[in-house]
Structure formats: C-alpha cells, structure tokens
C-alpha cells in the first residue's frame, strides 16, 4: 500500500520519499496477499472493487509491467436454502 500510495502522489505532482528496510518493494510492499476479490465483499465495497478491477486491467501502462496480474471468476455455492436466498438478494 505505501508504494502505491507513494506512486498516485507522485502522478499528482507531489513529492514523495520512500522508506524501506530494504530495496522498495521488498518488504510488506511486496509480499501482499494479492486479494483482488469482488466476492463476498460487502455491498458497499463493490464499487471499489470495480473501479480497483479496472485499474488492474490497466496497469501495463502505468507502470511497465503486468505485475503478473490475473483476473478471473469466482464462484460461491450456496449451501443451504438460506444461503441461497442470500445470494439472490446480493444479485438484485
């Protein structure tokens, strides 16, 4: 999070240090759980998500690489009649 911090600061014209133990991008930086999940977010989190899905998509161009970023599907079964209820009432 600090290094995206730092970079978006950067492209809006800040000036910006960065400070790590190591090399940046070595530490916390660069051992993320790589959680890109729009499943079983809270409702008000999905717009974030998508916006944060697009931005991905996109990243090549923001920085050079793919960061070795892959998005795909996910699928949540429902268990149990209730369970089910609950995912259709997500969908609407």
Do not use: F, Y
């Not at 729009?38 to 409702?43: G, T, Y």
């Amino acid at each position: 999070m600090g290094l995206s911090t730092a970079m978006h600061m950067g492209l809006r014209g800040k000036k910006v240090i960065v400070l790590e133990k190591q090399s940046p991008g070595r530490q916390a930086s660069g051992v993320n759980a790589g959680g890109l999940r729009q499943l079983n977010r809270h409702m008000a989190e999905i717009p974030l998500t998508v916006a944060a899905a697009k931005m991905w998509k996109n990243i090549s161009g923001l920085v050079g690489s793919d960061c070795d970023v892959v998005l795909q599907g996910q699928v949540k079964v429902a268990e149990t009649e209730a369970e089910l209820q609950i995912l259709k009432e997500r969908v609407k």
